[in-house]
T-cell receptor, first 115, second 114 residues
């Protein structure tokens, strides 16, 4: 079955270290997204990519970086510049175009804890 | 700018009772509207969506939602809640542009009493 795989499910890092979260999809979707979820704040968009080798900042991109070298993969790096990195991170994908063509499909998330 | 407000952070209902979760949006034109559900520690699952046409939309798991343009609302309803419905519910709005981005509300946590 097609879907989105995020790994690992739980990730622990020391403050000051960069960490990369994996997101892989086999839905043949062109567009991919990273959201951050904090209690009481809903989901906030970090970065998104509509095609390979291209991506755009979302609402809270500071302290994060991404790459899109393959259609299937959209890894997110949380850098040491991110002041509050502890959160639940969700990756999503959709068919390119408007949300009217394809709602977002979500992975099961990675919970990052930085101490 | 687009925004979504879910006025209720937590709601508790008894099993078998009816449910209504509120969602208000701010957008200049008719947006695309969605309701997602999230079980603890999991990703989000799409319950239903509204793009155009009939303002009462049916979704999975017995949920429905009604789009009311005059009230800028898209409330989610279920006639009889089951214990398995306990989860967090998110309303979202998407612009009819070519980015595919969604703006989410803060979420409503539903607790179901036996």
């Amino acid at each position: 079955d097609g879907g989105i795989t995020q790994s690992p499910k739980y990730l622990f890092r020391k403050e000051g270290q960069n960490v990369t979260l994996s997101c892989e999809q086999n839905l043949n979707h062109d567009a991919m997204y990273w959201y951050r979820q904090d209690p009481g704040q809903g989901l906030r968009l970090i970065y998104y990519s509509q095609i390979v080798n291209d991506f755009q900042k979302g609402d809270i991109a500071e302290g994060y970086s991404v790459s899109r070298e393959k259609k299937e993969s959209f890894p997110l790096t949380v850098t040491s510049a991110q002041k509050n990195p502890t959160a639940f991170y969700l990756c999503a994908s959709s068919i390119a175009g408007t949300v009217g063509n394809s709602p977002l499909h979500f992975g099961n998330g990675t919970r990052l804890t930085v101490t | 700018a687009q925004s979504v407000t879910q006025p209720d952070i937590h709601i508790t209902v008894s099993e078998g009772a009816s449910l209504e979760l509120r969602c208000n949006y701010s957008y200049g034109a008719t947006p695309y509207l969605f309701w997602y559900v999230q079980s603890p520690g999991q990703g989000l699952q799409l319950l239903l969506k509204y793009f155009s046409g009939d303002t009462l939309v049916q979704g999975i798991k017995g949920f429905e939602a009604e789009f009311k343009r005059s009230q800028s609302s898209f409330n989610l309803r279920k006639p009889s809640v089951h214990w398995s419905d306990a989860a967090e519910y998110f309303c979202a709005v998407g612009a009819p542009d070519d980015t595919g981005k969604l703006i989410f509300g803060q979420g409503t946590t539903l607790q179901v009493k036996p």
